[in-house]
């Protein structure tokens, strides 16, 4: 077991430049999801956890952050 992030994008990602990547592989041994700027590698990570992530999860796919 690796405690490194195994980063992805949504398959949905365009290539556009505006994703965020996510590491759900630490989910089980720490119960977070980091979350960062594709645009930015080695800038900040946002640790949320597990249940935080799935809850903004089903708010995209229920289109509660409305459409850009």
Do not use: Q
């Not at 720490?30 to 089903?58: E, H, I, M, Q, W």
């Amino acid at each position: 077991m690796t405690n490194e992030p195994r980063w992805f994008k949504s398959s949905y990602s365009s290539n556009g430049g505006d994703c965020v990547e996510a590491a759900a592989n630490l989910v089980a041994p720490f119960g977070v999801v980091p979350v960062r700027d594709s645009k930015n590698p080695n800038g900040p990570v946002l640790n949320t956890s597990a249940a935080s992530f799935a809850s903004f999860v089903a708010g995209v796919k229920a289109g509660e952050f409305g459409v850009v």
